[in-house]
């Protein structure tokens, strides 16, 4: 929770250039290849960070029993944290000229007629996004038939369904359009005879969009800060209560 935390407070820390650009346009230089990469490898480690907790909310209602004997939880978390960040590290480093400023039209947006690579398409759309999303909906869903199978049902595990159900429709809503407009805007990843049809549409408008419901996903994930939290608080509290009763 607190590498989703950082990666959308440092999402939001930039987006003030991006706000800026889009009303007086910055100059092109390098430093808008560093905005640009800052700016996906935050939403990326969003992703990714966020299907780690799904699959770790999974493995504890599953397997109980085992969950209770897990050693190093907070190691092996930080692990898996640090190879969320190392790998996107080193996708923009091998992919950096593709946002130099001569492949540029704006601070934030590459030319229309310089496509990027299909294989870098194919990793950002089906391995930043798709295999994440199928992995969030097998655990959100079998998350949501363990608990609702359990004939009384606490109010911690309503919540849990409740929180999980949340954050795969959140998950699915703002980050499926923009992975949308990714492959309609870059469309040498499809189909031929899909190409003309394309260019009658506003697909760039679609991706300006699409960003930007991509964006409001930090909104979101802050609610579920905060309910998260309250829980935690309310425990504490209960629990303090009773060794104070006691």
Known sequence: MFNLNMADFTFILFL?????????????????????????????ASILTTTAICVHRFLVIRFPLQAKSWRKKKETAFAVCL??????????????????PVN????????????????????LVFLGFFTPLL????????????????????????????????????????YTPIHVAFLVNFNQVLPSDWHLSLKKLPTHQFLLVSEWIASTNCCFDSISYYFLLTRFYSKAVNRVRLLVRS
């Open 16 to 44: 003030p250039f991006r706000i800026y650009d889009s009303i007086f346009c910055l100059p092109k230089t390098k430093f808008c290849t560093f905005l640009i990469y800052t700016h996906y490898i935050n939403m990326y």
């Open 83 to 100: 190879v969320i960040w190392g790998l996107l590290v080193i996708v923009c480093a091998i992919h950096r000229r593709e946002n130099y």
């Open 104 to 123: 540029l039209w704006t601070c934030y947006e590459r030319c229309k007629n310089k496509q990027f690579p299909e294989h870098f398409i194919l990793v």
């Open 135 to 174: 992995i969030i909906a097998f655990c959100s869903s079998q998350i949501i038939s363990i608990l609702s199978k359990m004939n009384d049902r606490s109010e911690e595990e309503k919540s849990t369904i409740g929180i999980v159900t949340a954050n795969m429709v959140v998950f699915i809503v703002c």
